[in-house]
T-cell receptor, first 114, second 112 residues
Framework: GAVVSQHPSRVICKSGTSVKIECRSL??????MFWYRQFPKQSLMLMAT?????????EQGVEKDKFLINHASLTLSTLTVTSAHPEDSSFYIC??????????FGDGTRLSIL | GENVEQHPSTLSVQEGDSAVIKCTYS??????FPWYKQELGKRPQLIID?????GEKKDQRIAVTLNKTAKHFSLHITETQPEDSAVYFC???????????FGKGTTLSVSS
C-alpha cells in the first residue's frame, strides 16, 4: 500500500530550538498533506492543510508563524516548529492524500522540548 | 465545520465478548467514515471504512454500520481478543482532499 515516510521519529531538544519534521510520500503523489498534533491520551487534532505549491491553511488557534509548513513538491512536505517551548511537546503526525481515500499516515514524530 | 462525537471514552470487556463504539457527526455532507486503531506511540492504522452509499460493511470480526439520517455510525468488534486492546478513533470527511476530523477516541481493554 501507499507509504508516507516521516522523519525524525523522535526529537529531544532545548527550549528555543527550531525543529523540522519531514514527510515524504514514497509511492504516490501527495497533492495534499495534513498535519495533526496529538497530546497524550487525546485525539488527533488537525493543525493545517497544505497543497503542493500553495500556502498552507491553518486551523483556528494554530499559529502560522510558529508552525511553518512547506509543501514544495508532490512528494515532500515539511513542518518546522520555530522557537519550540515545552508546551509544544507532542506527537506530530502527517497524512498524505492524492485526492482519493483513504489518507496515508506517517509514523509520527514525538517532540520533547526540555 | 465537522464535529465528531465518540462514546464511550473507555470500554472494558472480557475476551470473547463483543464491543461497540458509537460516533455521531454534524456535517450532513460528510460521506466517508473510517475507523482507526492506534497502539501507544504508533500511527493510527485503518481497520475499516464505510462510504455514505452503504449502510453496513463487515470484515471478519469487525463491522461498521452507518445511519445517514441520524448521522451516526458504529464499530462492532465480535469475539474480542486481548490483542484488540488499543485506542480506537472514528473519523469523518466530506470529500476526498479534505482532512479527516477525528472523534476523541475509545480506549478498549480486553481481559483474558
Amino acid at each position: 500500500g501507499a507509504v508516507v515516510s516521516q522523519h525524525p521519529s523522535r526529537v529531544i531538544c532545548k527550549s528555543g530550538t527550531s525543529v523540522k519534521i519531514e514527510c515524504r510520500s514514497l509511492d504516490f503523489q501527495a497533492t495534499t498533506m495534513f498535519w495533526y498534533r496529538q497530546f497524550p491520551k487525546q485525539s488527533l487534532m488537525l493543525m493545517a492543510t497544505s497543497n503542493e505549491g500553495s500556502k498552507a491553511t491553518y486551523e483556528q488557534g494554530v499559529e502560522k508563524d510558529k508552525f511553518l509548513i512547506n509543501h514544495a513538491s508532490l512528494t515532500l512536505s515539511t513542518l518546522t516548529v520555530t522557537s519550540a517551548h515545552p508546551e509544544d511537546s507532542s506527537f506530530y503526525i502527517c497524512s498524505g492524500g492524492d485526492g482519493r481515500q483513504p489518507q496515508h499516515f506517517g509514523d509520527g514524530t514525538r517532540l520533547s522540548i526540555l | 465545520g465537522e464535529n465528531v462525537e465518540q462514546h464511550p471514552s473507555t470500554l472494558s470487556v472480557q475476551e470473547g465478548d463483543s464491543a461497540v463504539i458509537k460516533c455521531t457527526y454534524s456535517d450532513s455532507a460528510s460521506n466517508y467514515f473510517p475507523w482507526y486503531k492506534q497502539e501507544l506511540g504508533k500511527r493510527p492504522q485503518l481497520i475499516i471504512d464505510i462510504r455514505s452509499n452503504v449502510g453496513e460493511k463487515k470484515d471478519q470480526r469487525i463491522a461498521v454500520t452507518l445511519n445517514k439520517t441520524a448521522k451516526h455510525f458504529s464499530l462492532h468488534i465480535t469475539e474480542t481478543q486481548p490483542e484488540d486492546s488499543a485506542v480506537y478513533f472514528c473519523a469523518a470527511r466530506d470529500q476526498a482532499g479534505t482532512a479527516l476530523i477525528f472523534g476523541k477516541g475509545t480506549t478498549l481493554s480486553v481481559s483474558s
